[in-house]
């Protein structure tokens, strides 16, 4: 399938204002990069620790970050989930397992000190264990005539927080257990008078990663990205020639510093997601490149851009032309696909998809305004060597001349 057939736009007239582009998206990258001492690393790389929270209802992002931010020593990154989930996800840095567990705990007293109950002394249904719930009904269960062994109050923990945890661990008042095996009248009486449930919930596990880990996989992310181009870059200068690879690598290293650099400046975290997203980029850009330096190579050993022909300018716009609806239709599709990511696809994903839309944008043309003329560039730098060196030539031969006759006489 064709979008365009028998175009005839000459690319390489407008290089200049791509270029152009091209150098003071990167200078800004870099400035930026150099200005705030590197790239915004997400937790995962400088170390630290995530936990979440849930809501009944839509989340107080401000409030939660003012709270936490007044409590803990460093600024917590806060952010949402998915719209409608109604999960915040809280990040902290930490430089060990010890900083890491006091954080978790500055966070649960911060957020039952603000979304809790004004001390009432009841206990958080919410955000209780089972051996809590276990510890907190066993006296007022006796007390109220209910004669229940310590087995059938254990069990009974279970139930109750078992129904929670299958509510996505939150519920809404008290009422809501009534479908709980083994709960009477009067255990519900109990749970009313000795619990609430809290507008939130905190996840009772977290995730953390220590700064040497985090230290290793931003050296590993590094390395990989940096693997991936010098394997292209060979594999290119085998297929083609070197200066194909080059142009290629180059084009590909501008497109990462400059999808970095925009990172920088608008203050986002590079997180490992971000990073597959960079990989992606690496290979869908090298993959345009290639499929346009295949098409050159072809219509070179088709005889465009012999001596009696067009020359190589005419040969690459004619295959940029050539694959023009191959282009649009693969770059514009995926485009679109990660457009709605980054519109609807929630915080989560934000970094991921924000990467490829910027990615795709500066690595489509790239490959036409970057890698291409590079390519150009050279033949023609060699072509003019090439054409001195062969004038030269002549000059030193007449020169040497008379010597040779008088030699000869």
Not at 88 to 95: C, H, K
Not at 116 to 141: E, F, H, V, W, Y
Not at 177 to 188: D, I, M, R, S
Request: charged share 15%; net charge neutral; glycine share 10%.
């Amino acid at each position: 399938m064709e979008l365009f057939k028998n175009t005839n736009f000459d690319f390489l007239g407008y290089k200049w204002p791509f270029i152009i582009a091209s150098l003071v998206l990167s200078v800004a990258g870099i400035g930026s990069l150099l200005v705030k001492g590197g790239p915004h690393w997400g937790i995962e790389f400088k170390g630290g620790m995530q936990i979440t929270a849930k809501f009944a209802s839509e989340p107080p992002i401000e409030k939660v970050r003012s709270v936490l931010a007044s409590a803990l020593s460093s600024t917590p990154s806060v952010q949402t989930f998915e719209a409608g989930s109604n999960e915040i996800l809280i990040g902290t840095e930490g430089a060990d397992d010890a900083i890491m567990s006091k954080n978790q705990q500055i966070i649960v007293d911060s957020l039952a000190k603000a979304f809790g109950s004004p001390g009432n002394g009841k206990l958080d249904l919410n955000n209780a264990s089972t051996s809590q719930l276990i510890s907190r009904l066993t006296d007022p269960l006796q007390r109220a005539g209910l004669q229940l062994s310590q087995q059938q109050v254990q069990d009974l923990a279970v139930s109750i927080t078992g129904f929670r945890d299958q509510r996505g661990g939150l519920i809404t008042k008290i009422d809501d257990l009534k479908g709980v095996q083994g709960l009477t009248p009067q255990v519900l009486t109990v749970l009313n008078t000795e619990c609430y449930p809290a507008p939130y919930t905190v996840a009772r596990n977290f995730e953390s990663v220590g700064p040497k880990a985090g230290s290793d996989l931003r050296q590993q992310a590094i390395q990989a990205t940096l693997l991936a181009l010098a394997g292209m870059l060979v594999y290119i200068w085998f297929r083609f020639e070197w200066i194909y690879g080059v142009g290629a690598v180059i084009a590909v290293f501008h497109d990462t510093i400059i999808t970095i650099g925009i990172f920088s400046i608008l203050d986002k975290e590079i997180t490992l997601t971000v990073i597959a997203a960079l990989l992606t980029l690496v290979g869908y850009s090298m993959n345009d490149t290639i499929v346009i330096f295949d098409r050159i190579r072809e219509n070179l050993h088709l005889g465009r851009g012999s001596a009696k022909g067009p020359g190589l300018g005419d040969v690459i716009n004619l295959s940029v032309n050539q694959t023009l609806s191959r282009t649009v239709m693969t770059s514009g599709l995926t485009f679109l696909a990660v457009l709605a990511l980054l519109l609807w696809g929630g915080p989560v994903l934000h970094g991921f998809s924000l990467a490829l839309v910027i990615g795709i944008i500066i690595g489509t043309y790239s490959s036409v305004f970057v890698a291409s003329p590079i390519v150009l560039f050279w033949h023609d730098w060699a072509d003019a060597r090439k054409a001195t060196s062969a004038s030269v030539a002549p000059v030193a031969s007449a020169k040497q001349a008379p010597g040779k006759i008088k030699a000869a006489r």
